[in-house]
Nanobody, 127 residues
Framework: EVQLVESGGGLVQAGGSLRLSCAAS????????IGWFRQAPGKEREGVSC????????YYADSVKGRFTISSDNAKNMVYLQMNSLKPDDTAIYYC????????????????????WGQGTQVTVSS
């Protein structure tokens, strides 16, 4: 059974940093898409970032470019999202998602492309 478990969320002041972790079990990273999505109250879930576990290619939403960094440790089946210069608009539940196919620039942010989802971790940024 594939499981994704997020951790690292919390409350932080604007300008601060958090590091989210996603622990994957039930499959071994090969050439997969591991993405981070977020959903703010009253808004649709949106793609934040994605990494290809095969070649390390990364993708980012325009709203987080230059502030967030995604990385993976394939040996540990872990994916991380380093979030710096956080803003109140970053407040949301952050979800880790995985798909057994490599991501592309035109697909990484599409929710239906992902087969597996974690339960989410809350990130709250105060002003």
């Amino acid at each position: 059974e594939v499981q994704l478990v997020e951790s690292g969320g919390g409350l932080v002041q604007a300008g601060g940093s958090l590091r989210l972790s996603c622990a994957a079990s039930g499959f071994t990273f090969d050439d997969d898409a591991i993405g981070w999505f977020r959903q703010a109250p009253g808004k649709e879930r949106e793609g934040v970032s994605c990494i290809s576990s095969g070649d390390g290619r990364t993708y980012y939403a325009d709203s987080v470019k230059g502030r967030f960094t995604i990385s993976s440790d394939n040996a540990k089946n872990m994916v991380y999202l380093q979030m710096n210069s956080l803003k109140p608009d970053d407040t949301a539940i952050y979800y880790c998602a995985a798909d057994r196919w490599p991501p592309t620039g035109s697909s990484w942010y599409i929710l239906d492309e992902y087969e597996y989802w974690g339960q989410g971790t809350q990130v709250t940024v105060s002003s």
